[in-house]
């Protein structure tokens, strides 16, 4: 999450582009970054390797919605499971999901993590989970980040001491919602890439761990593929 866009005017426009694709915006949700158009970008490109029938998508920490709808705009057969923490995200998306005409293959569910998924049977059904997680550390927003919290929620950037927080809950409980050979993808804050793959690594649910880097080299996304 960087300051590459300017939040106010975005939220005074009442939307932003993603990946091609105009959303709606509001206070309450992070406005979607031009760099986790990286992540989207990923996502969809695997997909589409797979070539697989009617993909299942869960989008953890989906915010806006963008990556969901995106993902859904994109391969047309897919279908997402979204879920986030707060009312505020959890409207927006779904506001953004009827803009897009996705009702019927997106679903926007509120709830801590997988916990919102409770009751679905997902479990080892899921081909790919995409999160773009809050990852910077609380010491971070309290210094150098503390202008991200002026207009912008702080559910949407806090995790814990070390900004890993989030990653770390999704990576031990993703194993159980993916199909064998299911992709987990995280975008990850400069600097983070190696531990978020060291994390995954140390998992024996995870193997092909991976870095992908940005137009700078520096690494934004990792995936890994759930073990069959």
């Keep these: 999450m960087s300051e590459s866009i300017n939040v106010a005017e975005a939220y005074g426009r009442g939307c932003t582009m993603f990946m091609g ?3 709606l915006v509001a206070p309450g949700a992070l406005v979607p970054r031009p760099e986790t158009e990286l992540l989207g970008r990923t996502a969809v490109d695997a997909l589409r390797q797979k070539r697989l029938p009617a993909p299942r998508i869960v989008d953890m920490c989906c915010g806006a919605g963008n990556l969901s709808c995106a993902i859904a705009l994109n ?47 997902l479990e080892r059904t899921i081909d790919m989970i995409v999160c773009n997680p809050p990852y910077i550390s609380e010491a971070r927003l309290k210094g150098d980040r503390a202008s991200l919290l002026i207009d912008e929620p702080r559910e949407a950037f806090a995790a814990g001491p070390y900004g890993l927080s989030i990653h770390m809950r999704v990576a031990k409980d993703a194993p159980r919602y993916l199909r064998p050979q299911g992709l987990l993808l995280f975008e990850v804050g400069r600097g983070q890439d190696r531990q978020v793959a060291t994390l995954l690594e140390r998992n024996d649910a995870y193997e092909n761990v991976r870095v992908v880097m940005d137009e700078t080299g520096a690494g934004r996304v990792v995936m890994a593929y759930a073990r069959g």
Aim: proline share 0%; glycine share 8%.
């Design 75 to 121: 391969i047309l057969d897919a279908r997402v499971w979204a879920s986030d923490l707060t009312e505020g995200c959890v409207e927006l998306a779904r506001r953004n999901a009827a803009r897009h005409a996705l009702e019927s293959r997106l679903a926007v569910l509120r709830g801590d993590l997988f916990g919102a998924l409770s009751g679905l049977q």
């Design 21 to 23: 694709i105009e959303l």
